[in-house]
């Protein structure tokens, strides 16, 4: 008998090894459930793909409204996370609180006169009052603490230590050269002898910060760069073969390389941060390449007329339905600033935005994954999906000089 018992034991155990096995290794699910609160039924769409930056996307409905999510994976890749949804109705005005599997809640989302909206940007914010003091009341966390008082000074730069992402490494052009946040260690690496204030043609390329060599503070042409890894700082130096002039601008980042086009000269360079390589691309003899999610052959001399830029392929849905200042894609959505507003809008849900920051005046937006970080004044922020805008560092020279100063890139 107790043989018998040890083996269904072990039969057991093997079985929960197999399913944790193939929790471990499957990369998505698509599913829909329901969800019945009080006498109204919920459907839930439950999206989970290990390429979404390992991030669920949900889309609730009830009849024609909807509530689009983007939630973290806490849960081993599980299945119907949501197990609780708190609704609130007032008037014209709605919002659903979803509670997860662990049952801790998620954020608002609301809607009135058929807009999605974060209770951060909710038009009517003593309705979203009420709904905060009877979620608290219900014994839910609706904030969480940062001590902002846990800084650094890196350069010129002060860095609220608690609130760095952990696998984020920050890049702050700061004229000479750039300063490198991270949560473990910062360091600074110059590499021009005098100030540039505008950052022209230093870029961040996934792990890799392209720096110019220029001849001179006078003479700003360059023949060469200079590779810094981030996150080992290591440096290699690639000669480009050609001199670019000072007119040079940055056609974009593709595939993992850095794209420089010269007006003057009528050049364009490709420049491979990781087998640090550069080759010749465009010239008069060779004509011009452009990429807009796929690439052509274009006149060379379309470039000196037109500051002509790459981009990825983005759908018709988004580019002909939005209209938008900027507008940049994460793993799961795409996110567009304009008139100081910020949305976000599915991939798998394109007709459905959700503002989530207005009024705010930013620039350097930089998407990671599913993260947005942008510049308000002289502080770099992010913002956590609930409506939280978490500071991340402040350099007062962030007010004067505002073109192309971050990056950010995320380890995997």
Known sequence: MKKVISILIL????????????????????????????????????????????????????????????????YNKQKNIIQKIEYYQEGDNYCLYPVLKDGKGTYLECI???????????????FISRVKADLQE???????????????????????????????????????????????????????????????????VGKYYVLPNYLSSKVLEFSSVTIVDIETNKIDTVELNNTLSSDT????????????????????????????????????DLGGQLYQGEWQDINIYDFV?????????????????????????????????????????????LDLPILLLKDINLNNMWVVQNTIYFVVDDTLYYYEEGGKLIPVLKNNELRYNTINRVGVYRKS
């Open 11 to 74: 039969m057991l155990l093997l079985f929960f090894i197999i399913q944790w096995g193939f929790g471990f290794i499957k990369k998505e699910h698509d599913i829909s459930y329901q969800i019945l609160v009080d006498d109204t039924v919920f459907e839930v769409y439950e999206l989970y793909q290990k390429d979404y930056g390992d991030t669920y996307d949900i889309m609730i409905q009830n009849g024609n409204q909807r509530y689009s999510y983007s939630i973290p994976n806490q």
């Open 112 to 126: 009135t006169n058929g807009t999605l909206y974060t209770d951060f940007s909710f038009p009517n914010q003593d």
């Open 138 to 204: 219900k014994g839910y966390a609706l904030s969480n603490d940062y001590d902002f008082d846990n800084t650094t000074t890196v350069g010129d730069t002060t860095v609220y230590l608690d609130s760095l992402l952990p696998n984020d490494i920050i890049t702050l052009w700061n004229y000479k050269g750039i300063e490198m946040i991270k949560p473990d260690h910062s360091t600074v690496r110059n590499t021009l002898g005098f100030d540039k204030y505008e950052n022209s043609h230093g870029y961040l």
């Open 249 to 284: 601008y940055i056609n974009g980042v593709i595939d993992g390389k850095l794209y420089y086009t010269d007006p003057s000269n009528l050049l364009q360079i490709e420049i491979n941060p990781t087998t640090k390589s550069a080759r010749l691309i465009g010239s008069k």
């Open 305 to 349: 007329n037109q500051h002509l830029l790459f981009q990825e392929d983005i759908p018709e849905e988004i580019t002909q339905r939005y209209s938008y200042d900027q507008l940049l894609e994460g793993n799961m959505n795409y996110y567009f600033y304009t008139n100081q507003q910020v949305y976000r809008v599915s991939k798998n849900h």
